[in-house]
Each structure stands twice: as C-alpha cells, then as structure tokens.
C-alpha cells in the first residue's frame, strides 16, 4: 500500500511545476527603453510603444538594447476593428520612427505591424491584440506586459 502513495507522491512532485508552467517552457519577456513590446521577429529588433497622443513610436535596438537609427527600415501598422482599420504610416523622428495618424479610438483591437529592413527584404509581420489597459503586474500597457500571466 505504501509504494502506490510514493509513487504518486514522487510523479506529482516531479509534474506539477510543469504542470503550473502550462507544460511549455516560456520566453522571457522584456520590455524595450520606452516600456513598449519588442518585437522579436524582425533584425535588428523593434521596440513598439503607443505615444501618450495615441501615435505609435517604433525604435530599433542594437544588440545592447539601446536605440539605433532607423536606416532603410519601412513600417506599417494596421490598426482596429477589423470592419474599418486604421492604417498608420510612419516618418523619421531623431533616432525613431513616429505614425503620421493617430490609432484609433477605443481598445483591446487586432493589431498587425509589418516592418521592411531593406526595400528588398521580405515583409516581417508581427499580430497581437493591442490593449492599453495598465497590467496591474508589471504596470506596463498590456500589450507589453512582461508579467507571466495570460493575456
């Protein structure tokens, strides 16, 4: 009778931390020089952050995680409900790149960002649900939240 409750006792301490990690390893997250997303997916990688007047700043980062000047980079982002999106195009500000337009009104809408390194580079396309909400976690925006809660 023993044996069973060790057994079970050793495969449950063997399994639940895999278990409360969602049985998948997780990348750290981390937040860019703003407090805004990186995005991972285009080189050098891009740091996503919504202005307080609701435009969208984009700021490459070196392999320091300092800001680098866009070079030949193109940006665009479309933004909202999917019935009547917003699309954003962006202008050289300093070292970043800042939307002409402003998102639209509201939140937690389809956000798709398609950035270009070279003009003759494949389109790098990153999608997520751009919330504004503060995380009460981390205190960033939700969309670049780097708590391990769901989103």
């Known amino acids: 009778m023993k044996t069973p409750i060790l057994t079970l006792i050793a495969t449950l301490t063997l399994t ?4 409360a990690a969602g049985g998948h390893d997780h990348e750290k997250k981390e937040a860019g020089p703003n407090g805004g997303k990186i995005l991972t997916s285009v080189e ?19 392999k320091d995680g300092k800001a680098i000047a866009p070079d030949a980079q193109t940006v665009t982002v479309t933004a909202g409900e999917r019935s009547a999106p917003t699309k954003l195009t962006f202008v050289k ?4 790149l800042v939307s002409k337009q ?23 396309v990153e999608k997520f649900n751009l919330s504004l909400a ?7 925006a939700e969309y670049a939240c780097v708590c391990s809660h769901s989103h």
């Open 16 to 19: 639940l931390p895999i278990l």
């Open 44 to 62: 050098p990688r891009a740091e996503f952050f919504v202005t307080s007047d609701r435009k969208v700043q984009i700021t490459f980062l070196g």
């Open 93 to 96: 500000s300093g070292n970043v």
């Open 102 to 124: 402003a998102l639209p009104e509201g939140d937690g809408f389809p956000t798709v960002v398609q950035i270009k390194v070279t003009p003759d580079a494949k389109t790098v």
């Open 134 to 140: 503060n995380c009460p976690g981390c205190l960033l």
